[in-house]
């Protein structure tokens, strides 16, 4: 009788604590889901945030291009901190080793339901016309080129006018007298900067020289280093290129001339984001200066318009350096010098006032020459 009793206290307790632990665990459960809720919506992957995404089609350079490609993905990285996106997470890019990964990277974004679709470069242009239009639920962006469709916008740079201001510092900064200008692909687009830099060192000597090639590619630096090689071994100091990644291969020549002869001036002038870094070479750094095109603002600012129910489609944003779109830099605070400077930003201040208009072409070019 005296262990029956004993049992049935036991069964009592062990029934009471199961009970008890079941209510924890519900408990517990609930804390846990509120938890896992909160962090949810803390990560935008709920709400309004989460209504919004956007990626973006490399050019052939790739997203590393330490260029064009870059500094679009870092607007967009920026765009994403600040709403609390990641990459896979509400913005993405697709890499594009050539042009026949363009269509195919388009349709899968596209597939995967991004609301917009920035395409970098003007070599898009026709696979971001197709797309408009075989996909018209989807907006999509491109930048250096002009898409007609009512769901695309078009984004262009004032190119020309930072590559006159890097022009002024190129002929100022030039001891031979003879500059070097190298392009990735002669089209349109990248004529803007030649016209531009020409412009540029001719308004501070009409009689320095420009030798201008093209590498045919953007990403090529075996053939922008052969090209900095010819431009340096003929008297040329101080090199711009337009090319992204074949630039590289400029910043590479420089580098190397400057580690057999550190005494040697020679000099390359970055293109479409501060490429300081790029010059580096132990002590020294070949890097003058760079025409930053703020690709980063302009991917940005699409990403907030589209984002506030106010993407632009069918119209064309321009950015120059009153749009705070184009700049150049002083990174290299020995190299570009106070009176460098100086005279960059009283030239600056003309094509603000419009006392001077600077060549988009080579036929605006040679116009320009012949009023100097």
């Not at 500094?71 to 594009?96: D, T, V």
């Not at 890097?166 to 002929?171: I, P, T």
């Not at 009409?206 to 045919?216: C, L, W």
């Not at 570009?336 to 070019?365: F, H």
Request: charged content about 25%.
């Amino acid at each position: 009788m005296k262990n029956s009793k004993i049992v049935l206290i036991f069964a009592l307790i062990l029934g009471l604590g199961i009970f008890l632990s079941a209510c924890g665990s519900s408990a517990n459960n609930k804390d846990t889901d509120t938890s896992a809720n909160e962090k949810e919506n803390a990560s935008g992957t709920e709400g309004e945030v989460t209504d919004f995404s956007i990626a973006m089609v490399t050019d052939q350079g790739g997203v590393d291009d330490k260029s064009f490609n870059q500094s679009a993905w870092e607007g967009l990285q920026e765009f994403g901190e600040e709403n609390g996106l990641s990459k896979g997470n509400g913005i993405n890019y697709a890499q594009s080793t050539g042009q026949a990964d363009f269509m195919p990277n388009i349709t899968r974004l596209v597939r995967d339901k991004y609301d917009v679709i920035l395409a970098t470069g003007f070599l898009l242009k026709e696979d971001i016309q197709k797309a408009a239009e075989q996909f018209p639920e989807s907006n999509f962006v491109i930048v250096d080129e002009t898409v007609d469709a009512p769901n695309a916008a078009s984004v262009a740079f004032a190119e020309h006018q930072g590559s006159f201001l890097v022009g002024v510092a190129a002929a100022m900064k030039s001891e031979t007298g003879k500059l070097g200008f190298v392009g990735g692909i002669d089209s349109p687009l990248i004529a803007k900067f030649e016209a531009g830099f020409v412009a540029g060192a001719k308004s501070v000597n009409p009689d320095i020289t420009v030798d201008v090639q093209y590498a045919e590619h953007f990403s090529d630096p075996a053939k922008g280093k052969l090209i900095a090689s010819n431009m340096y071994d003929n008297g040329v100091d101080v090199i711009y290129h337009a090319a992204g990644g074949t630039g590289n291969g400029v910043f590479n020549q420089a580098k190397d001339i400057k580690q057999n002869d550190p005494d040697r001036q020679v000099w390359v002038i970055g293109v479409d984001r501060d490429q300081h870094e790029e010059g580096q070479i132990g002590e020294n750094n070949v890097t003058l200066t760079s025409m930053v095109k703020r690709v980063d603002v302009a991917a940005k600012e699409v990403a907030n318009l589209a984002k506030n129910g106010e993407f632009p489609g069918g119209e064309t944003l321009e950015f120059g350096i009153e749009e705070n779109g184009i700049a150049i830099t002083t990174s290299n605070e020995e190299a570009m010098t106070e009176d460098i400077i100086q005279a960059v930003d009283e030239w600056q201040e003309k094509i603000l006032n419009g006392e001077v208009e600077v060549p988009k072409t080579r036929e605006e070019l040679k116009t320009f020459e012949e009023s100097l």
